[in-house]
């Protein structure tokens, strides 16, 4: 608070790194007592303040000149409200529901010049503060409704539809006192609060999961903030320092890239599995083509099957992995583009209705003697193990058991290009394999 034209109102002085002062900005339409200020994306300030009598909010946004952008006064609340900004300008205003018997809260968007775009109540949070994550979504905290305590976190889309609530951010614990609220650079969200006789701090990842809650110290946390190292360095009634780990920074592109099981239909890609990796992203493509087919890979394989191709075609493939969900997602670039080409079209055979629900190993290919084929998908079927030449003279037959490896002796064939067909019911699948 100072005293400045219109009496004393809610100020703001800069100062140069020399302490010298540059600029003072008064308030001249009535928000209110100052209770909290931050920078904004846009590298603006939105401030919060609040009558010293009655129950009313007021918010201000200027720029960094001292230039007032907007003023939003005589906003009626019976809790503090709270304010933040988004990297295009906007900016969300939130404060208590002044209705008689509905407990709750008003989440309000302000355009870049203040005018209001959407107002929207939410019933089951009584929120004292508000951030804006680098996806520009704002994320609420505060008690849950009825509002005797805990820590109770809401998040919106830009529209003010609900993404997700949790109720239930403090664990066993009833945080009162909510002091203060961050977000990180994966869109997690920290409370700073206290219990009677503790200090306390809570996480909520982006997803509105629990990360942690804890209690330390004595008094109430005041203030907090994140260290380079990932840590949270927070003070109070006592001053902590709370370990956590680092987020992954990095994601390692996938090596030794291969295909094998070349048919006319299909193609077995393959790569080294990576420890850790949640997904593994292969696109692929006719290399005319400009659009890429999409397939994830759970991160434990390290290979997958690709089915319904043409025959007598080139195709393009690469990969990447994905290493971590919360908050932004963190991907690996993409591998150098692979190429190969489907087998001939004369040597399609009926593999152009084989299923994708059936993924067939045959190796090694080449072959000097023992050919193995096995099935990871067949279920509690069977399936039938036919060989011929290229000239279709049927030469072997077997049988092959759900999940087992079949073993076929082809060490008297000729050296040559043979054709391995499975049939299972209506499925049919050939695979061409070269004896040496």
Same mark, same amino acid.
């Given at each position: ?25 008064f308030?001249?339409a ?11 994306p846009?590298?603006n ?27 939003f ?42 005018a209001?775009?959407w ?12 951030e ?22 809401l ?8 993404l ?8 066993? +614990?009833?945080?009162l ?9 994966? !869109?997690n ?6 219990i009677?006789t503790?200090?306390?701090m ?17 008094g109430y ?14 003070t109070?009634?006592a001053t ?12 390692n592109?996938?090596?030794?890239l291969?295909?094998?099981?070349i048919?006319?239909?299909s193609?077995?890609v ?5 420890p850790g990796?949640?997904r ?18 759970n991160g ?5 099957v ?14 990447r ?13 993409f591998s ?6 489907t087998?001939s ?6 593999s152009?209705?084989?299923q ?7 190796y090694?290919?080449?072959?000097h ?6 099935s ?17 003279i049927?030469?072997?037959?077997g049988?092959?058991?759900? !999940?087992?490896?079949f ?10 290009? +043979?054709?391995?067909k499975i ?5 049919n699948k050939?695979?061409?394999?070269v004896?040496q």
């Amino acid at each position: 608070m100072g005293s400045g034209p219109g009496g004393f109102v809610t100020k703001v002085k800069k100062f140069d790194s020399n302490g010298n002062s540059l600029w003072n900005y008064f308030d001249n339409a009535g928000i209110g007592a100052a209770q909290n200020f931050k920078f904004t994306p846009d590298s603006n300030l939105v401030i919060v303040s609040r009558s010293i009598f009655g129950s009313i909010n007021g918010y201000a946004k200027i720029d960094r000149n001292g230039n007032n952008i907007w003023s939003f006064a005589g906003v009626n609340s019976l809790t503090a409200g709270d304010i933040s900004g988004d990297a295009l300008g906007n900016t969300f205003l939130v404060h208590g529901i002044y209705q008689s018997g509905v407990t709750g809260s008003t989440l309000k968007k302000l355009s870049p010049n203040g005018a209001l775009l959407w107002s929207k109540d939410f019933t089951n949070l009584l929120a004292f503060r508000v951030e804006t994550g680098s996806d520009n979504n704002p994320v609420m905290s505060g008690y849950p409704v009825p509002g005797s305590g805990g820590a109770a976190f809401l998040k919106t889309d830009p529209n003010g539809n609900q993404l997700w609530f949790n109720a239930d951010a403090d664990s066993i +614990y009833n945080f009162l006192s909510h002091a203060m609220m961050r977000t990180d650079a994966q !869109n997690n969200i920290y409370l700073a609060a206290g219990i009677m006789t503790n200090m306390g701090m809570c996480k909520v990842n982006s997803n509105g999961t629990n990360a942690w809650a804890i209690v330390f110290g004595t008094g109430y946390s005041q203030a907090f903030t994140l260290g380079t190292d990932n840590h949270v360095y927070v003070t109070g009634g006592a001053t902590a320092k709370l370990v956590q780990p680092s987020p992954p920074v990095s994601c390692n592109l996938p090596v030794n890239l291969s295909v094998s099981n070349i048919t006319a239909t299909s193609a077995r890609v393959n790569w080294t599995a990576i420890p850790g990796v949640i997904r593994y992203h292969v696109f692929y493509k006719k290399s005319n083509e400009t659009t890429w087919t999409k397939k994830y890979i759970n991160g434990s394989k390290s290979f997958t099957v690709l089915n319904n191709l043409e025959c007598g075609r080139q195709y393009k493939w690469k990969i990447r992995t994905l290493c971590d969900t919360v908050g932004p997602d963190i991907i690996s670039a993409f591998s150098p583009v692979q190429s190969f080409n489907t087998l001939s079209c004369r040597l399609a055979d009926d593999s152009q209705n084989a299923q994708a629900a059936y993924d067939f190993q045959v190796y090694p290919n080449p072959v000097h003697d023992i050919l193995k084929v096995r099935s990871s998908d067949l279920s509690d079927e069977t399936a039938e193990v036919h060989i011929y030449n290229l000239m279709g003279i049927h030469i072997y037959s077997g049988i092959i058991y759900s !999940n087992r490896e079949f073993a076929v002796d082809v060490s008297a064939l000729q050296s040559g290009v +043979y054709q391995l067909k499975i049939t299972s019911g209506t499925m049919n699948k050939c695979v061409r394999f070269v004896k040496q």
